[in-house]
């Protein structure tokens, strides 16, 4: 389930989003969500299956795991909690952003940039290729000893694809974006295609959503969750 450091780098500034308001007119993600991964030279893949509570004002995020077994998740700031029968199982340092920061970005409708021109990435070439626009998005200044470009595609003014570059050009991952629908007036992909090209070959990852709703009125305490003890 590792992702190499320079994955994680892109990751982590492509999602950052500057300057959140405390108060957004779509602020909470509700989802049940099935996460199927496979990696290079492995026979067996790994699936999970579960529920994703996600606020956008308090930045916390909780995983309710069904599959393989019950637990959850909780995850705020840069810590992870593992619980286990209410028991604080383990933590561990993450990301400040992490994949599931995807539901930032569609809460705060920045999913078809991708969220690119938040962190200071600018426009380049667009091309039109039958229905979809294909365009290329150039790091700022600060980033280009690190990172390259990143080539977008739009169907219906939608994000379909997003391919992203080391600055060598050499390819580092793709995202595919698939199965929209309209929650709340929001188009949300029903199913997110990861690809991550590593040295020992391709890790990916599918990720389904259903189920979902915008703006939950109630479980607040699942969302606004305490700490762990030792935490």
């Not at 080539?151 to 390819?171: C, G, H, I, V, W």
Request: hydrophobic content about 40%; proline content about 5%.
């Amino acid at each position: 389930m590792s992702i190499p450091i320079r994955c994680k780098l892109l990751l982590l500034l492509v999602f950052s989003i500057n300057g959140i308001q405390a108060q957004t007119e779509f602020y909470r993600f509700k989802s049940d969500f099935s996460i199927k991964e496979k990696e290079a030279g492995k026979d067996q893949g790994r699936l999970i299956t579960g529920a994703i509570y996600y606020d956008k004002n308090l930045h916390k995020t909780v995983y309710n795991i069904r599959f393989p077994e019950p637990e959850q998740w909780l995850v705020r700031d840069t810590f992870m909690y593992r619980m286990k029968a209410d028991t604080l199982a383990s933590q561990q340092i993450v990301p400040p952003v992490g994949e599931f920061s995807i539901f930032n970005m569609i809460l705060s409708q920045q999913l078809n940039d991708f969220g690119l021109a938040k962190v200071g990435y600018t426009p380049g070439d667009v091309q039109q290729d039958g229905n979809q626009v294909i365009s290329q998005w150039l790091p700022p200044e600060q980033f280009k000893a690190y990172l390259g470009p990143v080539t977008m595609a739009q169907e219906n003014k939608r994000l379909s694809a997003a391919a992203f570059y080391d600055k060598e050009k050499k390819l580092v991952s793709k995202f595919y974006f698939q199965d929209y629908t309209m929650e709340n007036g929001l188009p949300i992909p029903g199913k997110i295609y990861q690809i991550f090209y590593r040295e020992a070959g391709e890790f990916v990852r599918v990720m389904t959503l259903k189920n979902i709703i915008i703006n939950q009125a109630d479980e607040d305490s699942t969302y606004d969750f305490v700490v762990p003890a030792g935490g």
